[in-house]
């Protein structure tokens, strides 16, 4: 065979990648595991229209306890989308009613800021070794935890459960569905002998 010569020629073209802003970076996360992702978007999906959520004349007690368990999982099940934003929306409002816990979210926060910064010039350094962004994550964490302890996290935690609880279960034992609403009730009558 003869020697054949083979050029190769080409132009590769290298772009640095571009900084992304802390917002950015936060902005385009994902969830990654993929049951995570499915239950998420499931219950975005199902949040039903705040109107039909809150409409005051489908409340009404139940006339007995019997039929009572069966509308709390029917309804949990139904309104699981917007019993997720009532949950949300109690975190909120205990964050904002509390200014010592915002100052402490607020610093825990700003030094994750401050680290991604850093790490983007140059990667962080101790005594030689390299340090991870996930150690230094790890290392605000457990540097904030006296201070959120010192908030009343703890409290708000337990109060946001509670409250959440208390809302969701009077709701989904006092809402009506049109099913229960369109259905006959038996009742009995007394039968006297004599």
């Known amino acids: ?37 499915e239950w998420f978007s ?3 999906e199902s949040v039903k229209p705040w109107h039909e959520f809150l409409s005051t004349s489908k ?12 509308r709390i999982v029917k309804n949990i099940d139904n309104f699981q989308g917007n019993y997720l934003f009532v949950f949300l929306g109690l975190v909120i409002f205990c964050v ?8 402490a979210i607020a ?6 800021y401050i680290i991604s910064l850093k790490n983007q010039d140059h990667k962080v350094t ?5 340090i991870t962004l996930a150690q230094q994550y790890a ?26 609880f208390f809302v969701i279960m009077l709701h989904a034992s006092l809402y009506t569905s049109k099913e229960e609403l369109e259905g006959f009730d038996l009742e009995l009558e007394e039968i006297q002998t004599v």
Do not use: N
Not at 107 to 112: N, R
Not at 139 to 164: D, E, K, Q, R, Y
């Open 42 to 44: 499931k219950t975005r």
């Open 1 to 37: 065979m003869a020697d054949k010569e083979i050029l190769l020629e080409g132009h590769l073209d290298y772009s640095a990648p571009e900084k992304q802003t802390f917002k950015d970076r936060i902005m385009s996360m994902s969830l990654s595991s993929t049951s995570a992702r």
């Open 139 to 164: 290392a605000v964490g457990v540097m904030s935890f006296p201070i959120f302890w010192l908030a009343g996290a703890g409290s708000l935690v337990f109060w946001v459960i509670g409250a959440s």
């Open 59 to 70: 409340f009404a007690l139940p006339k007995t306890m019997a039929p009572l368990p069966k």
């Open 107 to 112: 610093a825990c926060l700003g030094a994750c």
């Open 126 to 130: 101790v005594m030689g070794r390299e």
């Open 96 to 103: 904002l009613t509390s200014p010592l816990l915002l100052v």
